[in-house]
């Protein structure tokens, strides 16, 4: 992508009202923008790299799986009403509005109910499962505070995928497949060396449900840590019962703040009993469902990454959630813009992403943007440098500059 053609603008400053560190890098490197509190437009850097973290999520639901379905936002209340969710006092986020003709309906702060609903229409028989569709989709929550920027939004994007299996064992099964396969998605997001699987309350079907738990002092969650097994337990049911249940005394655990990244619960019969989501066992005996949910918020996840890796300079994006790999800088006339243009369609050709300085504007503003924006590589092409025939590379996360031939480059990027 040539910046010439990026009509957004960084910034120097952030709004007053936004106090998140996250949404204040991200307003100012241009790569969201505020509509109010909790509610953020994606711009095109930032689209695209709420894509790339999506598409992360995507291949790893794929692979235990899924499939990709998109459910629909407007939410009609006699399905919420069959499971007690309609009312404000069992759920408190709703956003609710009313038809021309008066009739209610609600914007959907999560999907179990409709897609239980849906299922009926497509499992019958034993034969028709298990099934694990999912989807990517805006949810809308009436949030009571709105102050982490990305990271608790009113209107925000969820990853959540349902299952739908005969037995509590092939229930189980699965919720040993997803939890790797959750750990397999923070570790791709660059976040693993900081998440933990965490205990967390697990309603009436399951001992626990299962949070991933990144560190991070504006955490909103107390865990309790075991670096040893690789596992935390939420401070809501920190107690001695759940201690001795996992086999770990108080004093192998260290207490820290957390971000909820994900989610997983066990739903058992919860929504299958109440809508009659039912299917046909092998020996003629009508059974319920027995049901999962499996969250991950995108936009949380998004607005994590930005506020971990950051530094004084600005964003630093792991390579594979970056919007490009390299920030191509050029400095200089006729013989840096041939050099330059030339680059980068070398490196379109290698498919390695770009983003092309190609703008008329001082040096300085040049390298101030690539800070801000935190693209792994900067390569800058310059008169000067063209003149010993060199090119220069600087990692973004380490600051390490180092002068290349145009061969060394390439093999390098590549
Ligand atoms: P929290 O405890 O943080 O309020 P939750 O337990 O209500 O979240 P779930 O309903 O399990 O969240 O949603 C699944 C995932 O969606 C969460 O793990 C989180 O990553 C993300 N998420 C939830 N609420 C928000 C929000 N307001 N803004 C952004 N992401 C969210
Ligand atoms: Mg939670």
Redesign the pocket.
Known sequence: MRLTNLFTKTSKTAPADEVAKNAQLLIRAGFIHKEMAGVYTYLPLGKIVLDKIINIIREEMNAVGGSEISLTALQQKDVWEATGRWDDKVMDVWFKTRLASGSELGLAP?HEEPLTQLMKSHIQSYKDLPVYPYQFQIKF?N?LRSKSG?????E?W?K?LYSFSRTQAEHDAFYEKITAAYLRVYDRLGLGEWTYKTFASGGSFAPYSH?FQTLSPVG?DKIYIHEGKRIAINEEVYNDEVLADLGIARDELKEAMAV????IFTLGTKFSEPLGLTFTDEDGSVKPVIMGSY???P???MGLIAEHFADDKGLVWPESVAPAKVYLVRIGDQAAITHADELYGELGEKNIETLYDDRDVRPGQKFADSELFGIPYRVTVSDRLLASNQYELTVRKTGETSLLTREQLLAKLS
């Open positions: 999560t929550r949030e990305l990271m608790r939004g009113r925000f969820m959540d949070e909103e909820e990244v994900g989610n969250g991950i918020g936009s949380r996840v």
